[in-house]
């Protein structure tokens, strides 16, 4: 008897680590963009509308990881990875993740740049918008940009990126630009980037900084941070490949003035591995969850 009991104790004492170790893991608010798993996603069938069990499996494993968002990167034809803007939310909360965002943009046409006249465009948007509220969003971003061939092409794309960020708002949604490196270029004597935080209405227009990008295109995000203060509502945190292996980025430095930027959100996005891509997203997460200098919660 007193033999069992021991043995009882010191199957416990060594399961203790184990369970220290899971109930003190870091949680944080971390999304992900679903460009990391695009090509998971590719691999998901969606016939006759039915929901396919291996993308609904995804989305939960992502919450697994400790992932707390999504956002999305396949708005088409009125639909969100060829669901219904209702079913892709249901989707994603049952998965036990929030929809936070989604990228997703239109170009202006040369008459449109020409003119100045982007009314046919607005058309589009104001369908966009309706079917990203109906998804549960919170954020639309725009991911690219060609660089404008004249500052009077650049002035037309912020009067037209004001005017969709003022229908955002009057819906309760948010409106934002994303970067790459080419936005660092300059459009006649201005730095694109520069021009476009200077001529974009605070109201209704908020950047969502690539700390990577910003990075590649030879700049500081803090030095933007403090001489754009508040225009950063949300950061895409990215690397070479898995997030904080390359050295590339200071993230120590980013977070630490997440503050003076404004950032209420931080979006994990992974374009490139070094190992398969879901141990590759989740070795980002837990570079995330393990920084010091990441907060639980920007929001």
């Known amino acids: 008897m007193k033999l069992r009991i021991y043995l009882y104790v010191l199957a416990v004492l060594l399961m203790v680590p184990f369970a220290v170790t ?10 992900v963009q679903l460009y990391s798993v695009r090509s998971l996603l590719d691999k998901v069938d969606n016939k006759d509308g039915k929901c396919d069990a291996a993308y609904i499996a995804l989305l939960k494993k992502l919450a697994k990881m400790g992932y707390t968002g999504i956002e999305a990167a396949n708005y088409n034809n009125g639909k969100f990875y060829d669901r219904t803007p209702q079913q892709f939310k249901k989707d994603v909360e049952s998965a036990g993740l929030k929809v936070l965002s989604s990228h997703c943009g239109k170009a202006l046409s040369e008459e449109e740049l020409a003119s100045g006249d982007f009314s046919k465009s607005l058309q589009w948007w104001d369908q966009c918008i ?9 954020y639309i971003v725009t991911p690219w940009m060609d660089v404008p061939k004249t500052l009077k092409e650049l002035d037309v794309y912020c009067a037209y990126y004001n005017e969709i960020g003022k229908r955002c708002k009057q819906q309760g949604l948010l409106f934002g630009y994303h970067n790459h490196a080419h936005e660092f270029q300059k459009v006649e004597d201005k730095v694109m980037y520069d021009y476009m935080l ?49 050295g590339m980025v200071g993230f120590d430095a980013v977070f630490k003035n997440a503050k003076v930027a404004g ?37």
């Open 263 to 299: 950032v209420k959100h931080i979006i994990a996005e992974i374009e490139s591995y070094s190992m398969p891509v879901e141990k590759s997203i989740e070795v980002s997460l837990d570079y995330l969850l393990d920084a010091p200098f990441v907060k639980a919660s920007y929001n």
């Open 198 to 246: 200077e001529h974009t209405n605070p109201e209704y227009v908020f950047f969502q900084m690539d700390v990577y990008w910003v990075v590649r295109g030879q700049n500081s995000p803090v030095d933007y941070f403090n001489k754009y203060p508040g225009r950063f509502k949300i950061l895409h945190i990215k690397d070479h490949r898995e997030i904080g292996q390359s």
């Open 130 to 138: 309706a079917d990203h509220k109906a998804a549960g969003m919170i």
């Open 22 to 31: 899971a109930q003190t893991k870091a949680k944080k608010e971390v999304a």
